[in-house]
């Protein structure tokens, strides 16, 4: 299992390249290990050209390096911190994309003004607290903005956002589409004021997009 997710937490991590939601090596996706308190996450420092499934590290959920053999992420006590108090969380994501850390800077939410926006996040992107990196801090600041919020994204204030999902996967998805929404909301805002959807049809979308859409059983 933990080769497993090694292979897919380091293939993960191209996607955010993919996408341009990184530079440098800045950035970092982690997977909780099935039945296991610990987490694979990307080394720190390393460039994304120099990684392989090899030396993602596996750090137990306190944020304590297992195996491996470099430093763990700067932010893995983040990331360890969401695990041990969100037991549904399977992935965790940091990115510091342009667009997404622009609304962060600023310390405002992205507003559900787009379908697309009530889709994947349900309502608005919230903002988080500021918190110093190096510590659980920044976890403290994800779970309590997250917990109870159908947004898998938060905006941690000044700094980036942070994502979470079932899988490892879903919380890339969740980066992804955090800074696809943050683009369009930025470009609709120079034309003008943006209202935001009615609560009834982004509780509506968020519904279908999440039960029925796609490949879901009983989709249409």
Same mark, same amino acid.
């Given at each position: ?99 997404? /850390? *622009?609304? @962060? !800077? ?5 507003? +559900?003004?787009?379908? $697309?926006?009530?889709?994947? #996040? ?44 079932? /899988? *490892?996967? @879903? !919380? ?5 589409? +955090?800074?696809?929404? $943050?683009?369009?909301?930025? #470009? ?33």
């Amino acid at each position: 299992m933990i080769g497993r997710l090694r292979e897919e937490v380091c293939a993960l991590h191209a996607e955010l390249i993919r996408w341009g939601l990184v530079t440098w090596t800045a950035g970092n996706v982690s997977a909780r290990v099935p039945g296991e308190d610990l987490l694979v996450i990307k080394p720190s420092g390393v460039g994304y050209h120099e990684l392989t499934p090899a030396n993602m590290v596996v750090c137990d959920l306190k944020g304590t390096l297992v195996e491996g053999e470099h430093s763990p992420s700067s932010d893995t006590e983040a990331h360890a911190y969401v695990y041990r108090n969100m037991p549904e969380v399977g992935g965790v994501v940091h990115t510091h994309s342009p667009y997404a /850390t *622009a609304w @962060a !800077a600023r310390g405002e939410p992205i507003p +559900c003004s787009i379908t $697309a926006m009530a889709d994947e #996040f349900g309502g608005d992107i919230p903002v988080g607290p500021f918190a110093l990196i190096g510590s659980d801090a920044i976890g403290r600041g994800i779970v309590e903005t997250l917990r109870g919020h159908r947004s898998p994204a938060v905006l941690m204030r000044q700094h980036g956002p942070f994502t979470i999902g079932r /899988t *490892a996967k @879903a !919380a890339v998805k969740a980066a992804v589409m +955090c800074e696809d929404v $943050a683009r369009t909301m930025h #470009f609709a805002r120079q034309l003008g004021s943006v209202e935001r959807l009615p609560a009834a049809a982004v509780d509506s979308l968020h519904d279908r997009y999440q039960n029925v859409y796609g490949q879901q059983k009983g989709a249409r």
